[in-house]
């Protein structure tokens, strides 16, 4: 039976560590602040934002929010942005994502200023992240790691889950969480391979996995019969399957997580996995702004 890894747990210490920087910056006469931007009315970025607002105001974060509606414009969105980038008391930027079809997402996410993208989402980021050699040249450097991706590798390192020298299979290739983890993977000396909608025989590239990271946006896809037995599960996958008989909404990850629980080592649950650290590396992420942009160490 393995062991449960709790991201709720993770991210409470986390955000315990960053609520000290948070106020020790306050003392200093800096405030960190957090800009959130929806665009439409999506129920799940509502329900996303507003964990991320609540988080702040828990860690002394000041959270400055923007709706807009459904129709605004792309010059509208990154009016706004340019407003943001430019204002002082706003150290990090986060545009929800997915914006409305008309949107080009990718204008809105290069107009944030590279040292405001506490997403980790900017082109320049990302060439960074992709240009660093090793876990050292990452966290030395000033730049913004992708939430998602930073709170696996926290997970496991939190955990006690050796990834040096380890077999990390992930499924998935998305620039938000599939590629990034893959690069921070490698900066921890593990042996990475990604698999996709391309990949031949998925069972048998699972099945190499020290470490199997699931972000796939599928219920289900990876079972017992595709892990080998002492395999660490990480799952992303966040699935709405239904509504319970009290209206919420029914997640499943994109592990079987009963059949895979069997042969694991350890395995994150969906709820309370990967989602909480999120939003613990998002307020990291915050705190390392004001620091950076204010020069108050
Ligand atoms: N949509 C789903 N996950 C994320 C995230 O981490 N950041 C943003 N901005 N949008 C998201």
Same mark, same amino acid.
């Given at each position: 039976?393995?062991?449960?890894?709790? %991201?709720? @747990?993770?991210?409470?210490?986390?955000?315990? &560590?960053?609520?000290? =920087? !948070? #106020?020790? $910056?306050?003392?200093?006469?800096?405030?960190?602040?957090?800009?959130?931007?929806?665009?439409?009315?999506?129920?799940?970025?509502?329900?996303?934002?507003?964990?991320?607002?609540?988080?702040?105001?828990?860690? %002394?974060? @000041?959270?400055?929010?923007?709706?807009?509606? &459904?129709?605004?414009? =792309? !010059? #509208?969105? $990154?009016?706004?942005?340019?407003?943001?980038?430019?204002?002082?008391?706003?150290?990090?930027?986060?545009?929800?994502?997915?914006?409305?079809?008309?949107?080009?997402?990718?204008?809105?996410?290069?107009?944030?200023?590279?040292?405001?993208?506490?997403?980790?989402?900017?082109?320049?980021?990302?060439?960074?992240?992709?240009?660093?050699?090793?876990?050292?040249?990452?966290?030395?450097?000033?730049?913004?790691?992708?939430?998602?991706?930073?709170?696996?590798?926290?997970?496991?390192?939190?955990?006690?889950?050796?990834?040096?020298?380890?077999?990390?299979?992930?499924?998935?290739?998305?620039?938000?969480?599939?590629?990034?983890?893959?690069?921070?993977?490698?900066?921890?000396?593990?042996?990475?391979?990604?698999?996709?909608?391309?990949?031949?025989?998925?069972?048998?590239?699972?099945?190499?996995?020290?470490?199997?990271?699931?972000?796939?946006?599928?219920?289900?896809?990876?079972?017992?019969?595709?892990?080998?037995?002492?395999?660490?599960?990480?799952?992303?996958?966040?699935?709405?399957?239904?509504?319970?008989?009290?209206?919420?909404?029914?997640?499943?990850?994109?592990?079987?997580?009963?059949?895979?629980?069997?042969?694991?080592?350890?395995?994150?649950?969906?709820?309370?996995?990967?989602?909480?650290?999120?939003?613990?590396?998002?307020?990291?992420?915050?705190?390392?702004?004001?620091?950076?942009?204010?020069?108050?160490?």
């Amino acid at each position: 039976m393995a062991q449960i890894i709790s %991201g709720n @747990e993770v991210s409470k210490q986390i955000q315990a &560590e960053t609520k000290v =920087e !948070s #106020e020790a $910056l306050r003392s200093k006469g800096v405030v960190p602040g957090l800009a959130t931007v929806l665009v439409g009315e999506d129920p799940a970025s509502q329900v996303y934002i507003g964990q991320k607002i609540k988080t702040c105001n828990k860690l %002394g974060i @000041e959270s400055f929010h923007h709706h807009l509606s &459904e129709k605004a414009t =792309e !010059s #509208e969105i $990154l009016g706004l942005v340019q407003k943001l980038n430019n204002d002082p008391k706003v150290h990090g930027i986060l545009c929800q994502l997915p914006l409305p079809k008309h949107i080009d997402s990718d204008k809105i996410l290069v107009a944030i200023s590279p040292n405001k993208d506490v997403d980790g989402f900017h082109l320049m980021n990302m060439g960074k992240l992709l240009s660093k050699k090793n876990a050292r040249e990452i966290s030395e450097s000033g730049i913004y790691l992708p939430c998602t991706p930073h709170g696996i590798i926290q997970l496991l390192r939190r955990t006690g889950i050796p990834m040096a020298g380890a077999e990390a299979v992930i499924v998935g290739r998305s620039n938000i969480v599939g590629k990034p983890v893959a690069l921070l993977l490698m900066a921890e000396n593990a042996t990475v391979t990604i698999c996709h909608t391309g990949t031949k025989d998925l069972g048998e590239v699972c099945r190499r996995a020290d470490i199997l990271v699931a972000a796939i946006g599928k219920p289900k896809v990876v079972t017992a019969d595709m892990v080998k037995n002492g395999v660490t599960v990480i799952d992303v996958g966040v699935n709405r399957i239904g509504k319970t008989p009290e209206g919420k909404d029914m997640l499943v990850g994109d592990v079987d997580f009963d059949g895979v629980k069997e042969k694991a080592r350890a395995i994150t649950p969906v709820p309370g996995g990967v989602g909480p650290m999120t939003i613990a590396m998002l307020m990291v992420n915050t705190v390392k702004a004001a620091r950076l942009l204010s020069g108050v160490k």
